[in-house]
């Protein structure tokens, strides 16, 4: 009744590729970033912005860059962990080099460390999809494994990445952005919500400009792509490069903000399955539908661990993980059999239907 | 000069038994084949599957305590309804849909049977006993690990079951012909739905066999599943549709990564083994991309 | 790269004596031909005559192993498809090949690919030049859906669109790169007469609007001796007959291919 675009007349183009065309929309989410930036702090707890709120916005981030690659540019990855590590240790790499040559002072801002980290994921990304070139599909996926346990091998061997600490974990520096410590969670969670936020409106800009059609008329029909004039060399590359400065940011805001100290291991093959997975049940190709799949599954372990004891069922900490690893896999296979399109698609469904409510057409 | 002896023993010691878990790797990967070259499906739970069998004929074994060629026929039996399953419940659900779509749904099983394996059987790492014989002999001073010979003349002797089963049954004319084009097929009343159930059951089959081996070697538990991963990069350079492909590719995998673990291992930190075969996969995928035995994809518009 | 323009009615391409072979399947052997600027050349023949691989060869999608092929008074040995598409070559496809994930104008408008110029980074901001670019070019791109007649589709996914209006949006995706030369597999090709008819008028128009020399592959003879201006017949990869529809109907060589009457 109230979502209705009738009397929104477009009078430019401008206008009509507007990321939200539609008044309602616009204000949704005008709310939606209202209580994200102010109601959770002041209304939640600090449980839930730590435990719950930081973690799921990251890996959502982390979401959006495979979703770039798999979801926009069709190129599956297996190895977004890895790339999630490098962002992170390199980002631990740059603060402690800003420490040592500024003697305690950090010289070089913390919001630059992570973007550079991003950087160097991006390159380390671009590295990798060199093979995405010549070979495709699952044999791509194959490579991309290469990556991910290639480089989680060479975090764990050379004592440079981690400064030579002696259990190989490392520990990140204070969140300090132009001389303001972020320190409760509550910071924390606002310091890692504006880096979502800006990248995520990022993103949505790169996937409907001429980079973004070119990345998804790869994914679409790479012959017929490459015939209209896309070049496979730049569109891929760039594809990678993209997604693993997404995963990059998000590995380093993982190290730096969520967990605070970091090892390796943090990003292995199970951290990259559970990243595909979100996209999958989000929904490939729509920027949105990452933040359903990331909260989906940031959710569903957190819902099992509380639910059956609530209802007075007992069962063990092994049982839940193992159901965990059940109901994602059934999850996976149900959605790929009913909605191929995810969470999202249900989504805009539901918009469509509403559009038109009360009546069925 | 003895030195040098000590050397070429030493150096054909590594060789042999990286030979021969490559064996085992082949194992592994020509689950994946059958199944590839059956339905185009790039099954991705293959090593789940190999877990699943393997825990099985242990959980019988020590649930029902039967002798371990009871619980074998057993294990049969549940992959063979696996198998019916997943074609009941996931593939024929999805006929037509892309290829990646599919291998994605395979993951979906993997996880789903990792953690249904382990609900039914428990956690722990079992004890795989069906009369292996372990320790080693020697043989002019090459020490040989005598449950890797056994999987090597086993992972041989499949082969040539397969390539009989292929060859000279009726249902393997069907299914080579399925794999050739599956329309065509359905057009001279070949049922696809037994197809994939047979082709599945018999990956099953390939994968307890599987299984057994690496149970008996490391134990049946989950890590088996990454070790399954292994297949991966084998299959890249024998090619999705051969099985001498799987068995030849599974040689260089597992040699060329015992050899590097010994002799370049050392200069990087050694632990190469985690990743030195996807990179060898990688590197040579650059130079031939359809693998070793695959054949040349012409492209069309 | 040296500019050439190429006035109306001279050769804009020419193909000298190409041979392709797949292993040991020949596909087209020893075949000369050319396309004047200007005009509607048709390339016909039965099933399996080469006339696909025919284009595939101009576009540089396949590499012939002996022969020239010669564009705007350049030679050129070995190019990529994207080469090509940047000197001046569209097509459509026999087996219609759009980005079925998304919507006619965004189809349309990867076909204005080449000329979109902004960087990775002005267009995560969406902000100044990147916009206004992305504005022209849908300026562009609308005038295409007017001319096409396909307004009502404009946002709809190009998977769920029958075929006739695939493969109008297929021409669309391949005008909006302003082609020098346009190359048609089969346009009409499962289409009914009414579509038929709308096809040749947009075939037509193009040619003689924007002045667009166009390559096309076709079945229907009825069509193709109406449209074209010229017509090559290949058979078994081979050339059997070239020149004026009249001619080319009279042809002894082309009647036998096409009876049967010559195997």
Sequence with gaps: ?361 | MEDIIFELQFFLEVLISGLLTGSLYSLVALGFVLIFKASGVFNFAQGAMMLFAALSLVGFQELLGVHWTVAFVMAIAVMVLLAWCVEKFVLGKLVNQEPIILFMATIGITFFLDGFGQTLWGSDIKVMDVGLPTGSFDMGGIFIDKLELVAGFTAGALVLALALFFNKTKIGRALRAVADDHQAALSVGISLRTIWIIVWSVAGLVGLVAGIMWGSKLGVQFSLTLLALKALPVLILGGFTSIPGAIVGGLIIGSGEKLAEIYIGPFVGGAIENWFAYMLAMVFLLFRPQGLFGEKIIERV | MVENTVKPGEILLSVEDISLSFGAVRAISEVSFDIKKGEVRAIIGPNGAGKTSMLNCINGFYHPQQGTITYKGITRSAMKPYEAAAQGIARTFQNVALFKGMSTLDNIMTGRNLKMKSGILASTLWWGKAQKEEMEHRRFVEDIIDFLEIEAIRKTPVGRLPYGLQKRVELGRALAAEPELLLLDEPMAGMNLEEKQDMCRFILDVNDEFGTTICLIEHDMGVVMDISDRVMVLDYGGKIGDGVPDEVRNDQNVIDAYLGGGH
């Design chain 1, 1 to 361: 009744m109230f979502y209705r675009e009738a009397g929104q007349f477009k009078s430019s183009y401008k206008e009509d590729q507007a990321v939200f065309p539609i008044l309602q929309d616009r204000v949704g989410v005008g709310l939606m970033l209202l209580v994200a930036f102010i109601g959770i702090p002041l209304l939640t707890s600090e449980y839930f912005i730590s435990a719950i709120m930081t973690p799921f916005l990251i890996l959502a981030l982390a979401a959006i860059g495979l979703n770039i690659l798999t979801g926009y540019a069709g190129q599956i990855s297996l190895g977004t962990g890895g790339f999630m590590a490098v962002g992170a240790f390199a980002a631990y790499k740059f603060a402690t080099f800003s420490i040592a040559i500024g003697g305690a002072e950090t010289t070089i801002p913390l919001v630059v460390t992570i973007l550079l980290a991003g950087v160097v994921a991006a390159l380390v990304g671009v590295m990798f999809g060199i093979p995405s070139l010549r070979i495709k599909g699952f044999y791509l996926a194959v490579a991309t494994l290469a990556a991910q346990f290639f480089i989680e091998w060479v975090l764990v061997k050379f004592g440079w990445f981690t400064n030579y600490s002696p259990s190989g974990i490392i520990t990140a520096p204070p969140l300090e952005v132009m001389g303001y410590l972020f320190d409760s969670p509550g910071e924390k969670y606002i310091f890692t919500l504006s880096f979502v936020a800006v990248m995520a409106l990022a993103a949505k800009n790169l996937v409907r400009s001429h980079i973004g059609r070119g990345w998804m008329a790869i994914r679409d029909m790479d012959i017929a792509a490459e015939i209209i004039g896309f070049r496979p060399l730049h569109t891929k590359l760039s594809a990678f490069a993209v997604s693993s400065f997404f995963c990059g940011v998000a590995g380093a805001l993982w190290a730096f903000v969520h967990l605070g100290t970091v090892e390796p291991e943090a990003f292995g093959i199970n951290r990259s399955f559970a990243i595909l997975f979100m996209v999958i049940i989000g929904g490939m190709g729509s920027i949105i539908g990452s933040f359903i799949g990331a909260a989906f599954i940031t959710l569903l372990p957190i819902f099992l661990s509380n639910v059956p004891p609530m209802i007075g069922w007992d069962i063990g900490v092994d049982m839940i993980s193992h159901m965990e690893f059940m109901i994602f896999g059934a999850l996976i296979i149900f959605f790929l059999i009913v909605e191929p399109h995810g969470l999202a698609r249900l989504w805009s469904i539901g918009k469509e239907k509403l559009r038109s409510w009360p009546f069925p057409y």
